[in-house]
């Protein structure tokens, strides 16, 4: 019996691996497909970043810890990293998905994360702080123990290597961008209505890029789409991947 391709999570800068137990337990509920997450290089248990990186450096170092062929689902920074390897290792990737993802920023787009980019350097918990509010805002549907859980997990980075990762998350879609265009592999966009840094009007800007993608907005979700509507998520990222499946065997 020929076993199912593993759809693989990639998560976004200065996070790991555990932002994704909300979707993989929603994902677990709809597939047999095997779920695995990854950390990023710099990132959770792998080793810190001691000088800057390349996007192309981050997506070789996940390449060879990919368990074969899979689905890939990248998130954010991760989503970069996804969208590079579905470019230069197709052999790798049987769909893509990228989740709030950024895209060929404008000129005021960029200003805006290289601020976010210089607050990390000046004053990195007070950038943290910024982050989970930008996140999880007041009103929030999110518990509190899973924004908690989202501060430990950024204040425990080595601050060099969330600094060099960060950079990468700040520069590497005017890397990619040009590149979009070559991805041949089914592909699927989503963000939620919310995000002001990975906005709708990026996602269709992706979703224009890429060859017969599709694109999808979540209504009322801001960036932690996979923590806030980790059913949802689900089901839209399931319902793409099993049709994308038939298609390729038809």
Do not use: K
Not at 59 to 75: K, M, N, Q, T, Y
Not at 136 to 162: C, F, I, K, M, W
Not at 191 to 204: K, R, V
């Amino acid at each position: 019996m020929v076993q199912p391709l593993p759809i693989v999570l990639l998560h976004g800068v200065g996070l790991d691996h555990a932002m994704w137990e909300p979707l993989r337990a929603e994902l677990g509920r709809l597939t047999d497909r095997p779920v695995v997450a990854l950390d990023l290089p710099g990132h959770g248990a792998q080793p810190p970043l001691t000088g800057p990186a390349t996007l192309t450096e981050l997506a070789e170092d996940v390449a060879a810890r990919l368990p074969g062929r899979a689905h890939l689902v990248g998130f954010s920074l991760g989503a970069l990293v996804a969208q590079h390897l579905a470019r230069h290792r197709p052999e790798l990737v049987a769909t893509l998905t990228s989740v709030s993802s950024v895209c060929r920023r404008t000129p005021e787009e960029a200003a805006s994360v290289h601020r976010r980019l210089e607050s990390a350097r000046e004053d990195f918990p007070g950038s943290v702080e910024a982050s989970i509010q930008r996140w999880y805002p007041a009103g929030s549907a999110v518990d509190q123990d899973t924004v908690a859980g989202t501060r430990s997990t950024l204040l425990a980075n080595s601050v060099e290597s969330y600094l060099h990762a960060y950079e990468v998350f700040a520069t590497a879609d005017a890397e990619i961008g040009p590149e979009l265009q070559g991805i041949g592999v089914p592909s699927l966009a989503v963000t939620g209505e919310l995000d002001p840094g990975s906005s709708p009007a990026m996602t269709g800007r992706l979703a224009a890029a890429i060859p017969g993608a599709e694109a999808v907005v979540v209504p009322g979700a801001r960036h932690m789409l996979p923590v806030e509507q980790p059913g949802e998520l689900a089901r839209i990222i399931h319902h793409f991947i099993e049709e994308s499946s038939r298609e390729d065997h038809a």
